[in-house]
């Protein structure tokens, strides 16, 4: 049934505010008059909405724990659902961070209808479309909403693509993808005439469906603002989402429906592998360990029943291998277009493939019709100049990026990071894998680099495809290619990052730090900071510490986690393990981890500090604590001094200090 076309939203109207006390007494009854002048809470991110360990429910239970990881404790079990709010108004960026459509679900399922903020996340907007949670950033509709006005549906459809408007027309993706493959409902055609195109627009052209029925692909030429559904090569979800998208699947189609051709889709048990060794006493007493056991039981039937290859976990501990580190090593090839059901599935951009994360909605349909929905992107224009210097890393160069003004006030949401120019052909393939897997830190909607012959080299070596097949799926932007901005990074002149507490965009350099502070924790590992070229940086710093009779210090926690069964079969045969041991590292088999707060590394009281090379540290993310973000270099060297430092501290001029 589609949506009515006017809407009331009797419920109450909950202002995430920036003063907790406020927040309080909204939960205990009190209404508040609209406020254009009132701080709003910023930055929302999915971690905060569904914490991990809500995201092993998947069904309406989701609704009792919305919000009860927002930052500073107010929101507690049933406190929305309990609220009887049908409105939650937030500031910039509601829904930054992972794809999981736990966090839009919880709340539709505590009985929200309407998400107001002044910017909303492009996975997060997409994922509330499909399941039929309204969205706005117009606040002028709360006032008329308190007047008990009837709004009508053209007004949450405003500024949308056709294919999104009608989504949401219709309450959600099933319900339009019902009426599409019926023949009852058609895209608009894209007759987008011929003109040079970036590319990402080049392979969403190449492989646009121009008829589903009869399996027709490829437009001429697209702009951005098309809307589409474009063919996908590689389709793969992990097992904290795998059920739920299991579940809408046979909801939607029935227990017989089958996915479309099996062979390009894969299942990863690798985010919850040693959740059982940090899991407290707590929450295993609400069940919630065998919840989490219980996802990867219900991933491996639903891989056996369509014959799906699954990645499981590997005899020498740990999985085979980070889903992202896997598509890289074994999935993805240049001009692909690959989705997976984590935001981090943009890190295959550094093979020249088009791969972005969705949630469990997008990935069900797309079992069902091997497409995915697409509204052409911008494209933001990275050209990166020079070579770095000493002690310096891509890690640095993202955490450099993702500090500037236009990502700190939401203008990447949904953009294209292309990165290009002789600096990135200087950078190893593992190196440039960290600029494309950070942008969806920036709120972007993949991130990209034009495939040249080191990865000719290296997918040639991996996996034994023909070079000369491989430079045929070559691509380039156009001369002429139109961007929304061009910036260009002279990578000599970055220096040594930190990202303080709370989110990614918040990078200083060492030199702004406040005051010395001192670890707890330093973390080398997760999909951005487990590669092999991570831990050719992680050997070199702790190489130079035990050449000097340097070791991490007892109260330093300090371990090292790999991507895959392939990086630490690397790190052995290099002779890094060893190293690593004598330094006093603990090795962690490959996982996400401490990254997601399942696994050794997470930090477990408020008052721990971590130095980690992972990808992301909003609140809550990788446990109770304040996560620092930092290179692999960065990380070892503060291991070893207790304190975040610059590597220089033990690998340049500032050595010598450090004996």
């Known amino acids: ?28 009854g009190e209404d508040l008059d ?55 108004v937030s500031g910039l960026s509601k829904g930054c961070g992972s794809s999981r459509e736990t966090a839009p679900f919880s709340e539709l399922a505590a009985g929200v209808d309407l998400v107001v903020a002044e910017s909303i996340e492009k996975i997060y907007g997409q994922n509330c479309q499909n399941i039929g949670l309204l969205t706005t950033t117009d606040f002028g509709i709360l006032k008329r909403i308190i007047a008990g006005e009837s709004i009508s549906i053209e007004e949450f459809t405003a500024g949308l693509d056709p294919i999104s408007a009608d989504i ?23 007759d987008t005439a011929a003109r040079p195109m970036t590319l990402v627009e080049k ?19 697209v702009a951005p603002g098309d809307a ?88 020498r501990g740990g999985s085979e291998a980070i889903c992202h580190n896997a598509v890289v090593e074994d999935l993805a090839l240049p001009g692909d277009i690959v989705i997976g059901t984590d935001s981090h599935t943009c890190m295959a951009g550094v093979l020249g493939a088009f791969a972005f994360g969705v949630g ?57 990071l292309e990165f290009t120019g002789p600096g990135v052909a200087g950078l190893d393939l593992d190196e440039r894998a960290t600029l494309t897997n950070m942008a969806v830190e920036a709120g972007g909607f993949t991130g990209i680099i034009e495939a040249d012959e080191v990865v000719v080299d290296y997918l040639h070596a991996q996996r034994g495809v023909a070079k000369d097949e491989l430079r045929a799926r070559l691509m380039k932007s156009d001369e002429g290619a139109e961007y929304l901005d061009t910036f260009t990074i002279d990578l000599g002149a970055v220096v040594p990052m930190v990202a303080t507490p709370g989110d990614p965009r918040n ?71 060893a190293t690593f041991e004598a330094a006093g590292v603990t090795m962690i088999p490959p996982s996400c981890g401490a990254c997601i707060n399942a696994g050794p590394g997470a930090s477990r009281t408020k008052e721990q500090v971590s130095v980690s090379a992972q990808n992301r540290n909003f609140p809550g993310r990788s446990g109770p604590g304040q996560v620092y973000l930092a290179s692999p270099l960065t990380v070892a060297a503060s291991a070893i001094m207790g304190k975040i430092v610059p590597p220089e501290t033990l690998l340049g001029p500032l050595a010598d200090a450090a004996e």
């Open 1 to 28: 049934m589609p949506r009515p076309d006017q809407l009331r939203f009797e419920g109450r109207i909950l202002y995430l505010t920036e003063d907790p006390e406020l927040l309080r007494r909204q939960l205990e």
């Open 34 to 88: 609209y406020d254009p002048d009132r701080k709003l809470r910023d930055n929302i991110s999915t971690d905060e909405i569904t914490p991990g360990w809500v995201c092993f429910y998947y069904d309406e239970t989701l609704g009792r724990y919305s919000m009860v990881g927002l930052k500073g404790g107010v929101i507690e079990k049933d406190s929305i659902k309990g609220g009887g709010f049908s409105v939650i």
């Open 168 to 190: 949401v027309r219709a309450g959600g993706l099933f319900a339009y993808n019902r009426a599409r493959m019926a023949g009852e409902i058609a895209p608009p055609a894209i």
């Open 203 to 221: 392979i969403i052209a190449k492989n646009a469906v121009r008829d589903a029925a009869e399996g027709a692909l490829g437009v001429t030429a």
């Open 228 to 315: 589409l559904f474009v063919r996908t090569d590689v389709r793969f979800s992990h097992e904290y989402v795998t059920p739920m998208a299991d579940s809408l699947f046979r909801r939607a189609l029935g227990d017989e429906a089958t996915v479309t051709d099996p062979e390009s889709v894969f299942a990863f048990r690798d985010h919850l592998t040693f959740l059982s060794d940090v899991m407290p006493e707590e929450k295993r007493k609400m069940g919630l360990l065998d919840k989490a056991n219980g996802l990867a039981e219900t991933q491996g039937d639903f891989a056996a029943r369509h014959g799906l290859k699954l990645y499981g976990e590997a005899p």
């Open 360 to 416: 469990s909605t997008d990935m069900a349909n797309a079992w069902y019709t091997k497409d995915v929905r697409v509204r052409v992107p911008e494209t933001v224009r990275f050209v990166l100049e020079g070579a770095l210097t000493d002690g310096v890393s891509a890690k640095d160069v993202m955490l450099h990026i993702l500090a500037q003004p236009f990502f700190r006030t939401s203008k990447g949401i949904g953009k294209v």
């Open 507 to 577: 990078g200083i350099t060492m030199t702004e730090l406040d005051g010395e502070v001192s670890i707890d924790i330093a973390y080398g590992g997760s999909c951005t900071g487990g590669k092999k070229s991570d831990m050719d940086m992680y050997a070199k710093v702790f190489a130079a510490a035990v050449a000097k009779g340097l070791r991490v210090p007892e109260h330093v926690e300090c371990y090292i986690q790999f991507g895959s069964q392939a990086i630490r079969e690397y790190a052995e045969a290099q002779g890094y393990t």
